[in-house]
T-cell receptor
Framework: GAVVSQHPSRVICKSGTSVKIECRSL??????MFWYRQFPKQSLMLMAT?????????EQGVEKDKFLINHASLTLSTLTVTSAHPEDSSFYIC???????????FGPGTRLTVT | SQKIEQNSEALNIQEGKTATLTCNYT??????LQWYRQDPGRGPVFLLL?????KEKRKERLKVTFDTTLKQSLFHITASQPADSATYLC??????????FGKGTSLLVTP
């Protein structure tokens, strides 16, 4: 089955620093990937759609200059949280559409803690 | 706005019983609904997809129904086991687009 990996799985950083999260499709190509954020006991909320070779599409209320997305290849999308603050602490999850294009395959998530 | 609601935050049942989880949608008519399982600290895992013209779909001990009149999908786990304990998410979305998730229902199956 399709596998999506994320790295790192956990990261702790100081306020004001930047953190990069990688999302890779291991055994398939993904021209589109999605980035979600999940707060405790809340649903996954879409942050942005990452498109290979073009600019990402951000959801309303998500600052594109703060959450930089780069989809440089068909198997890798990166999310960089710039000038992180404690309120950015969350669980960040990426996904890519499956072959059927309906179901999605999710990465294991990245737990970001900003101190 | 389009809403997916899973009104039950938590469900506790005894091993061997059937767990039934509910998903309701409002202000739109999704062409299909999907169900995912999410374990603590992990990403969701796809379980089942059901289209609006399908009344019911099964996969092993799992069964999903889609009632367009009630605007509701039910997710059943028969002969539940403690290993089924997890959060189950209902979602909708167009092909190739991001998913709109409900908050999820946390299922606990006790021995």
């Amino acid at each position: 089955g399709a596998v999506v990996s994320q790295h790192p799985s956990r990261v702790i950083c100081k306020s004001g620093t930047s953190v990069k999260i990688e999302c890779r499709s291991l055994d398939f190509q993904a021209t589109t990937m999605f980035w979600y954020r999940q707060f405790p006991k809340q649903s996954l909320m879409l942050m942005a759609t990452s498109n290979e070779g073009s600019k990402a599409t951000y959801e309303q209320g998500v600052e594109k200059d703060k959450f930089l997305i780069n989809h440089a290849s068909l198997t890798l999308s990166t999310l960089t949280v710039t000038s992180a603050h404690p309120e950015d602490s969350s669980f960040y999850i990426c996904s890519a559409p499956g072959q059927g294009a309906y179901e999605q395959y999710f990465g294991p998530g990245t737990r970001l803690t900003v101190t | 706005s389009q809403k997916i609601e899973q009104n039950s935050e938590a469900l506790n049942i005894q091993e061997g019983k059937t767990a039934t989880l509910t998903c309701n949608y409002t202000n739109y008519s999704p062409a299909y609904l999907q169900w995912y399982r999410q374990d603590p600290g992990r990403g969701p895992v796809f379980l089942l997809l059901i289209r609006e013209n399908e009344k019911e779909k099964r996969k092993e001990r799992l069964k999903v129904t889609f009632d367009t009149t009630l605007k509701q999908s039910l997710f059943h786990i028969t002969a539940s086991q403690p290993a089924d304990s997890a959060t189950y998410l209902c979602a909708s979305g167009d092909s190739g687009y991001a998913l709109n998730f409900g908050k999820g229902t946390s299922l606990l199956v006790t021995p």
